[in-house]
């Protein structure tokens, strides 16, 4: 069981959006991919995720439940919280009285209320929102976990109790997950690997690994690492920062 | 089984309260009634019963008609003709336009045709049912039909044109088989563009159909009106005209409307 991304280019009419893009991701692996806005990550993941066939190369995934949470919550406005979190189990033929029981039990982990189950995504906050897209995706029991920057646009409170929830589940499950960010923190804090892309056309530049285990990643830490890491050079050329003296 | 319960208790009760609402939202529209009535009252006062018949002249006349059994047959046979025409839009227009919704091509190919058939005016479409169908049933059909085809196919359209992408990668992602997509994704997206056009339709029926029978046949509401015309009696075109109008409020308010609020229920809670 792995991700196995080979030699992947890819393009948009005549613009180069990918080229030369060798990937794998193992089982119970997490993967960060981190680079500037535009450089073609989320085309990258979209190709992981299947939603688009890449141009030259081959994508391969041999795991059995991806699931992926969107840069958006991406929750159907006419299913109530409930319905949505059961999306993925309802695809899989599980009963009703059964998914809407996983769907409760996950939600509640997640802080949502059984009031909030019954409402419309609507009704729902932001924050609100985007734990039930995290519980849609964790519902299906994901082998792989994809996510398209799906915290950047939440508070660091929430931000924090999710990648807590998601430390969690890496730890009950084993499920891999190939995430991107542009936000290195968020990458120092969960990922084993760290992918640095650089844009136009997008290419993975430098790899960096984080062997520190999880429960050892304290805020202090995040910190440190992420200060020495955004001295690098390759992390330099790659955001576009100006050289060090 | 006891939180199920609750939970339906509630649906229920948010279902009661939903209803309240929406009977409580029709004393604005019924003091805007009053208004309406008053100002006829007023106007009809003034011209006299020859040009204008007040509004209790038009309903004591009304009154008459149904309880003399005049009435019944010839709506009956107008709702026939009008609801034929209208279910035959329906299905035709509502198939014909998802389809064309689904390829760009059939969509911009479609788009000067229907501006063309929205164009035309139902008298003109009149005058050639007349000249193909004749006096009777197939003329009032075919020209509500032909009316009512091309808003329902633009709203349609719409729907499939505008089904949101970042849905369907969801849809994928999640591995939805094609009838879940069709019922979970696709459906109440494009009821929520249909729906509108349904409704707009359903008046456009009504009025063409009492022209159509007015110009071609000898039965229905249109041809009534006709004969009231000719004998001048402004009291009886006045109660047809105000059957008409009522049955449509009755079918807009009483059933389109509360059907649209139970399936776009979602969209209340915004």
Not at chain 2, 221 to 228: C, D, F, N, Q, R
Request: charged share 15%; aromatic share 8%.
């Amino acid at each position: 069981m792995s991700l196995n991304i080979h030699r992947v280019a890819h393009r948009f009419g005549y613009q180069r959006v990918l080229e030369d893009i060798d990937l794998r991701v193992a089982p119970g692996e997490a993967v960060a991919l981190v680079g500037p806005s535009g450089c073609g990550k989320t085309t990258l993941l979209n190709l992981a995720a299947g939603l688009l066939s890449p141009w030259e190369g081959c994508v391969e995934c041999s795991f059995r439940r991806p699931a992926m949470m969107f840069q958006q919550p991406r929750l159907l406005p006419w299913k109530r919280t409930r319905d949505n979190i059961a999306l993925g189990l309802k695809a899989a033929g599980q009963p009703r009285a059964a998914r809407h029981a996983t769907a409760a039990a996950l939600a509640l982990r997640m802080g949502l209320t059984e009031d909030d189950l019954d409402k419309y995504p609507s009704a729902l906050s932001g924050g609100m929102q985007s734990r039930a897209a995290l519980a849609r995706a964790l519902a299906v029991q994901p082998d792989l976990l994809l996510l398209d920057e799906a915290f950047s646009a939440l508070d660091i409170g929430l931000k924090s109790e999710l990648y807590r929830l998601l430390a969690e589940e890496r730890d009950n499950r084993h499920c891999a997950v190939l995430m991107i960010t542009h936000d290195l923190m968020e990458a120092i804090r969960l990922a084993d690997r760290i992918l640095v892309m650089a844009g136009s056309p997008g290419r993975i530049v430098a790899e960096h690994r984080v062997d520190t285990p999880l429960a050892e990643r304290d805020e202090s830490w995040v910190f440190t690492r992420t200060a020495e890491f955004i001295r690098w050079p390759d992390i330099r050329t790659a955001f576009a920062l100006p050289e060090l003296p | 089984m006891s939180r199920a319960r609750l939970t339906l208790a509630r649906r229920l009760v948010d279902g009661l309260a939903a209803t309240g609402h929406y009977l409580w939202g029709g004393w604005g529209s019924l003091a805007s009634l009053c208004l309406f009535f008053a100002l006829w009252e007023f106007t009809a006062q003034r011209l006299g019963s020859l040009i204008l018949p007040t509004p209790g002249e038009a309903f004591a006349t009304l009154t008459g008609l149904f309880a003399s059994g005049e009435a019944w047959p010839e709506i009956a046979v107008t709702a026939r003709r009008a609801l034929l025409g209208y279910v035959l839009a329906l299905s035709l227009g509502s198939l014909l336009g998802l389809l064309a919704g689904l390829s760009v091509t059939a969509s911009v190919m479609a788009r000067p045709i229907v501006t063309l058939l929205v164009g035309t005016p139902p008298i003109a479409w009149l005058i050639l049912a007349l000249l193909w169908f004749g006096a009777g049933d197939g003329t009032p059909v075919f020209t509500v039909f032909i009316a009512c085809f091309p808003i329902i196919f633009v709203g349609a359209m719409q729907g499939t044109r505008t089904l949101d992408g970042q849905l369907q990668a969801v849809a994928q992602m999640f591995g939805l088989p094609g009838w879940m997509k069709l019922t979970d994704v696709y459906l109440p997206h494009v009821v929520s563009y249909l729906f509108p056009g349904w409704i707009t339709a359903l008046g456009t029926a009504w009025k063409v159909v009492v022209m159509a029978e007015l110009l071609a046949t000898s039965d229905g509401v249109g041809a009534a009106l006709a004969v009231t015309r000719s004998h001048l009696d402004t009291a009886a075109s006045m109660a047809w005209i105000v059957a008409l109008v009522g049955s449509l409020l009755a079918i807009e308010y009483l059933l389109l409307e509360p059907i649209k609020r139970k399936v776009e229920s979602w969209r209340n809670f915004a």
